[in-house]
């Protein structure tokens, strides 16, 4: 487990806490904090004792930091904006950079395709699994659909009238042309249900053509700085929308934090009418809905993805009672029940490996 302690260093009258991570033994259980049928975690931990040069090297980057008043401390690990936590003495910690590529050989292993798991607040991945692999993401795309709706100014209670043009293939149609509803319920059906017709409309919705609207898709994965992924329509259709697991991972960090499209995925049946009065419901494809809260452990939102070329996709943010939130992302798993399954035990060993 990666746990943190403290070593405490006498610097010219100063004390300096140095925080450091060590690893527990990788033979423990995976987390019994998601889910009663995982084993209790072995409860010994075994430091890792820091070298004198390693100490060295760490009072020099202190040293070094303390010399300008002006600038700020900074950690290994935060970004340079990151407000680094202060003890009730007003010891200055300074964080100790992880290697992470010592992050990835833990002895733990997805049965999908491709896996990751992100520290949300840190921007560290904590789990990889062939997580730089280009692969199909599916419905997985309403994702950075919804983002990029969200930044061209919805008008959510516009009613808008289901076209032809709108009908797409593949899942649930809850909407039927010549029906009048709302924009909001089109935002709502396309993240609750992956409502592929529902998202069509919501993106005709914006005044743009379905071409200027993947283009401005796109145009946001390179803002979000996703170098391998790529849009080829806004429902997850097409094999050319492609990511990996660690790109879609840092895009759902980014759609998550909008609330209106987290408080979304978290409707387990949205309900709605038409302005015809006609009532309907739509049942959510996160099926996790059910299973959480649970130990402590809450889940912020997700997002479903599957075609034959997917395989069964999900992505999905958790927060533990401490607030310390993960994205945890599933790719190319085998049947539908997997990709759930493999969440929660991924999400139960990442809490259980690390310690905040």
Not at 131 to 151: G, N, P, Q, Y
Not at 237 to 266: G, H, M, P, W
Request: proline share 2%; with cysteine; aromatic share 8%.
């Amino acid at each position: 487990m990666l746990i943190r302690g403290s070593i405490v260093i006498f610097l010219s009258g100063l004390v300096i806490g140095f925080t450091v991570f060590s690893i527990k033994d990788s033979s423990i259980s995976v987390a019994s904090l998601v889910s009663s049928d995982f084993a209790q975690a072995d409860s010994s931990e075994a430091g890792q004792v820091l070298g004198i040069q390693e100490v060295s090297q760490m009072v020099n980057q202190a040293s070094n930091n303390l010399k300008s008043a002006s600038s700020p401390i900074t950690s290994a690990v935060y970004p340079q904006d990151h407000n680094l936590p202060e003890n009730k003495d007003k010891t200055i910690k300074i964080q100790a950079k992880i290697n992470e590529e010592s992050l990835d050989s833990f002895d733990y292993a997805v049965e999908a395709k491709a896996a990751a798991a992100l520290d949300s607040k840190n921007n560290i991945f904590l789990f990889q699994q062939d997580a730089d692999e280009v692969r199909s993401i599916a419905s997985i795309t309403k994702l950075m659909t919804a983002l990029v709706f969200l930044d061209n100014n919805p008008g959510w209670e516009e009613v808008y009238i289901i076209k032809d043009e709108d009908r797409r293939l593949g899942g649930k149609i809850y909407l039927f042309t010549g029906e009048e509803v709302k924009v909001r319920h089109l935002f709502n059906l396309g993240l609750v249900a992956s409502a592929n017709t529902a998202t069509v409309a919501l993106v005709s919705s914006t005044g743009l053509s379905e071409a200027e609207f993947v283009a401005k898709m796109n145009d946001k994965a390179r803002q979000l700085r996703l170098e391998k992924t790529h849009f080829d329509d806004p429902v997850g259709l097409s094999n050319y929308n492609v990511s990996t697991a660690k790109e879609i991972a840092i895009l759902a960090r980014a759609a998550l934090a909008k609330e209106d499209i987290s408080q979304a995925t978290l409707n387990e049946n949205y309900k709605f009418t038409t302005e015809s009065g006609k009532a309907k419901s739509a049942p959510t494809t996160d099926y996790l809905l059910e299973h959480f809260p649970q130990n402590g452990i809450k889940i912020i939102g997700g997002k479903t993805g599957r075609t034959e070329a997917a395989g069964y996709c999900f992505v999905g943010e958790f927060s533990d009672h401490f607030g310390n939130r993960i994205i945890s992302v599933v790719l190319g798993g085998d049947d539908n029940n997997s990709r759930f399954e493999e969440t929660k035990k991924l999400v139960g060993w990442v809490y259980d490996s690390y310690r905040w």
